[in-house]
C-alpha cells in the first residue's frame, strides 16, 4: 500500500451504537479488527447498556484503536451516533451496527466508494446479507430490507438513500445536513431521514458492492 492510499484509509472513522448485546459486539470488533487495512478509529457508543460495555472495547487495546463512550441516560441511536462523529476526527464516516459483522476489504470498499471527483457525491451504501439461515433470516435477505435499491435509470449506480448497517458518508457532508435527527429516540428510519436531509441540500448516494456485511435479524414471527 502507496503511503498516499495509507492516509486516506486512516482516516476513516467507524461509529457504532450498542445497547445490551455485548456478545454480538464482540463478534463486530473481531471483524473490525480483522479488516486489512483497519479504519483510522473506531467510536463505540454504549447506550447506557445494563452491564459494562467499557471492559469489552478496552479489551482491544492497545493494538487496535477504539474507545468506548457511554450515554449516562438512554439517548437512541441517533443521538448515540451523532456522539460517536462528533468524538471521531475522520474525514470518511462509516457505520455499522452491533449486530453486524464486517468483511475484510469492508473500509476500503466503502473509502474507496467515497473517494470520486464528485462534489455531491454525499454517501455510499454496501450489501447486507443474512448472518444466519433460519427461514426468517433467508426471507428478510431474499428481500433485501436492508438495502436501498437503484432507483434512477440514468444513473444506475445511484440509491436514494443510506442505511447505517452499512455505509459511509463525508463528513462534511453530514455535518451540512445536521446529523441524525435526536427526536427519532428508536431504532428505524433516522438513517433514512439523514439521507433525505443531506438529498435535500444536493447530495446523492451511491452503492459500493463490494462493501458487504452480515446481519443478525432477529427470529421468529414477531421480529418479522
Same mark, same amino acid.
Given at each position: ?10 482516516? %476513516?472513522?467507524?461509529? @457504532? /451504537? ?11 470488533? =473481531? ?12 467510536? &463505540? &457508543?454504549?447506550? #447506557? ?7 469489552? @472495547? ?7 484503536? @477504539? ?6 441516560? !438512554?439517548?437512541?441511536?441517533? %443521538?448515540?451516533?451523532?456522539? %460517536?462523529?462528533? /468524538?471521531?476526527?475522520? =474525514? ?5 451496527? =452491533? =449486530?453486524?459483522?464486517?468483511? !475484510? ?5 466503502? &473509502?474507496? $466508494?467515497?473517494?470520486?471527483?464528485? $462534489?455531491?457525491?454525499?454517501? &455510499? ?27 434512477? /435509470? ?8 443510506? @442505511?447505517? #448497517? ?10 451540512? %445536513? ?6 427519532? *429516540?428508536?431504532?428505524?428510519? *433516522? ?10 441540500? $444536493? ?16 427470529? $421468529?414471527?414477531?421480529?418479522?
Amino acid at each position: 500500500m502507496s503511503k498516499a492510499q495509507s492516509e486516506i484509509l486512516s482516516a %476513516a472513522s467507524v461509529s @457504532v /451504537a450498542t445497547r445490551d448485546r455485548p456478545e454480538l459486539l464482540r463478534d463486530l470488533l =473481531d471483524s473490525l479488527k480483522s479488516c486489512s487495512p483497519r479504519p483510522g478509529e473506531v467510536i &463505540v &457508543v454504549d447506550d #447506557a447498556s445494563s452491564a459494562q460495555v467499557s471492559s469489552i @472495547v478496552d479489551s482491544y487495546q492497545p493494538s487496535f484503536r @477504539v474507545r468506548c463512550i457511554r450515554n449516562s441516560r !438512554r439517548m437512541g441511536p441517533a %443521538a448515540s451516533r451523532n456522539t %460517536a462523529v462528533h /468524538a471521531s476526527r475522520g =474525514d470518511y464516516l462509516l457505520f455499522t451496527d =452491533d =449486530d453486524c459483522i464486517v468483511c !475484510r476489504d469492508w473500509v476500503a470498499a466503502l &473509502v474507496y $466508494g467515497l473517494e470520486k471527483p464528485d $462534489g455531491n457525491l454525499g454517501g &455510499v451504501g454496501g450489501q447486507v446479507l443474512a448472518r444466519d439461515q433460519d427461514v426468517y433470516s433467508r426471507y428478510l435477505e431474499f428481500h433485501r430490507v436492508l438495502e436501498a435499491r437503484p432507483h434512477d /435509470a440514468q444513473h444506475p449506480e445511484r440509491v436514494p438513500y443510506l @442505511v447505517t #448497517a452499512n455505509c459511509a458518508v463525508h463528513r462534511n457532508a453530514f455535518m451540512r %445536513a445536521g446529523g441524525f435527527d435526536e427526536t427519532i *429516540e428508536h431504532p428505524g428510519g *433516522e438513517d433514512a431521514a439523514l439521507a433525505m436531509r443531506m438529498a435535500k441540500v $444536493g447530495y446523492h448516494f451511491e452503492r459500493a458492492a463490494r462493501a458487504l456485511v452480515r446481519h443478525r435479524f432477529r427470529p $421468529g414471527l414477531r421480529a418479522l
